[in-house]
């Protein structure tokens, strides 16, 4: 079955930089779209950025855009997000997700904050 695995969060001060990782397997990783979402307390999870499954398309929610890459690795089955310019509101806990099925990561805590 599908498993995604997110590593690479961490604290972080304003300004900050971290790259989250996602593991995957259990599929043809190439062969799919793969996304971050994100949820803060209290929050609904919101989409955070998306990749087309040969890479070559992506999108980002408006409040990243500029600040936040996706990215993927085929050899290594990983999709990337790589965060620069941090700020306190993107505090939350950032998950992994596997449109096709459905499947999520457990998530990996950031927190933004000096």
């Known amino acids: 079955q599908v498993q995604l695995v997110e590593s690479g969060g961490g604290l972080v001060q304003p300004g900050g930089s971290l790259r989250l990782s996602c593991a995957a397997s259990?599929?043809?990783?190439?062969?799919?779209?793969m996304t971050w979402y994100r949820q803060a307390p209290g929050k609904a999870r919101e989409l955070v950025a998306g990749i087309t499954g040969a890479g070559g398309r992506t999108n980002y929610a408006d409040s990243v855009k500029g600040r936040f890459t996706i990215s993927r690795d085929k050899a290594k089955s990983t999709v990337y997000l790589q965060m620069n310019s941090l700020k306190p509101e993107d505090t939350a806990v950032y998950y992994c997700?596997?449109?096709?099925?459905?499947?999520w990561g457990q998530g990996t805590q950031v927190t933004v904050s000096s």
């Open positions: 259990g599929f043809t990783f190439s062969s799919y779209a």
């Open positions: 997700n596997e449109p096709r099925s459905g499947s």
